[in-house]
């Protein structure tokens, strides 16, 4: 199994920067790509970006350019630059890797962004 851990959330003003990380520990060898995903209340959870163990980065539209992805130690600790930050971008964000046939969750880390 695979466990993850999220770290970095809080509070910034408009065009702020924040930087998440997500540690994962466990059968980390079946992990195959991690990335960042959002709920905001009332809300479906939403892809940010994932990155695999190749380093192929993939983003939302209303992120790409403000937003980076990037992997440490192969692919258990994986970082979320967020810069330029709007208010839309207020919601929990979690970690997320699959595996061949396993999909994990981190328990989710909140980011405020407001004046």
């Known amino acids: 199994q695979v466990q993850l851990v999220e770290s970095g959330g809080g509070s910034v003003q408009p065009g702020g920067s924040l930087r998440l990380s997500c540690a994962a520990s466990?059968?980390?060898?079946?992990?195959?790509?991690m990335g960042w995903y959002r709920q905001a209340p009332g809300k479906e959870r939403e892809l940010v970006a994932t990155?695999?163990?190749?380093?192929?980065?993939n983003y939302a539209d209303s992120v790409k350019g403000r937003f980076t992805i990037s992997r440490h130690n192969f692919i258990t600790f994986v970082i979320l630059q967020m810069n330029s930050l709007r208010p839309e971008d207020t919601a929990v964000y979690y970690c997320?890797?699959?595996?061949?046939?396993?999909?994990?969750w981190g328990q989710g880390t909140q980011v405020t962004v407001s004046s």
């Open positions: 997320n890797a699959v595996g061949d046939s396993e999909n994990y």
């Open positions: 466990g059968s980390i060898f079946s992990v195959n790509v």
């Open positions: 990155i695999t163990r190749g380093g192929s980065t």
